[in-house]
């Protein structure tokens, strides 16, 4: 199986402030990344596809890039409403894994 | 509005049985693959299942091959898990999750249903 670690597990930042997370796959996976969104007690959401491709609907604030083994998912001003748990999804082998998720607080 | 909603999910001893049914509206069910992915109590996200949208392609996590079975009803409109032998482990929020129309592989996971709970407990 494909391994995805993220990091950091969990990140504490300000109102206005830029946040990344990383995603390192174990081995290429081309594009096939996807980028979810979990808020507390609510099923994920989709926020990013195929690795860079922002999902109909969501705020451009939100953005994703890399490819091969290297990823990253970027807010470029946090808001109050972005307090959740973030998680990364290789589908470029079976079966598709998921990272272990960004747990992003307010400061 | 794409909805999906899943039901069936509670109490079972280990060893015992439990069926989860997911109901879909908003979208021509038929043309999507669909997917059961599962949540341990204030754990991460685990992909259990996936069935094309005619069925011809399945495919299972290890972690529940040989004791779960999707499967789907297109005139229901609705997807299915049996889920049997549960262990300890496969106590979690259970989600179903539409796939990509027209695909034969797992694409992503979009939109998700609310879930429902599955405690295996004696």
Avoid: H
Avoid at chain 1, 25 to 53: H, M, T, V
Avoid at chain 2, 21 to 28: D, L, W
Avoid at chain 2, 63 to 91: H, P, W
Wanted: with cysteine; charged share 15%; proline share 4%.
């Amino acid at each position: 199986d494909i391994q995805m670690t993220q990091s950091p597990s969990s990140l504490s930042a300000s109102v206005g402030d830029r946040v990344t997370i990383t995603c390192q796959a174990s081995q290429d996976i081309s594009n096939y990344l996807n980028w979810y969104q979990q808020k507390p007690g609510k099923a994920p959401k989709l926020l990013i596809y195929d690795a860079s491709n922002l999902e109909t609907g969501v705020p451009s604030r939100f953005s994703g890039s890399g490819s091969g083994t290297d990823f990253t998912f970027t807010i470029s001003s946090l808001q109050p409403e972005d307090i959740a748990t973030y998680y990364c999804q290789q589908y470029d082998n079976l079966p598709p894994t998921f990272g272990q998720g960004t747990k992003l607080e307010i400061k | 509005e794409v909805q999906l909603v899943e039901s069936g999910g509670g109490l079972v001893k280990p060893g015992g049985s439990l069926r989860l049914s997911c109901a879909a509206s908003g979208f021509t069910f038929s043309s999507y693959s669909m997917n059961w992915v599962r949540q341990a109590p204030g754990k991460g996200l685990e992909w259990v299942s996936s069935i094309s949208s005619s069925s011809s392609y399945i495919y299972y996590a290890d972690s529940v091959k040989g004791r779960f079975t999707i499967s789907r009803d297109n005139a229901k409109n609705s997807l299915y898990l049996q889920m049997n032998s549960l262990r300890a482990e496969d106590t979690a929020v259970y989600y179903c999750a539409r796939d990509k129309e027209y695909s034969s592989s797992i694409n992503w996971f979009d939109p998700w249903g609310q879930g429902t709970l599955v405690t295996v407990s004696s």
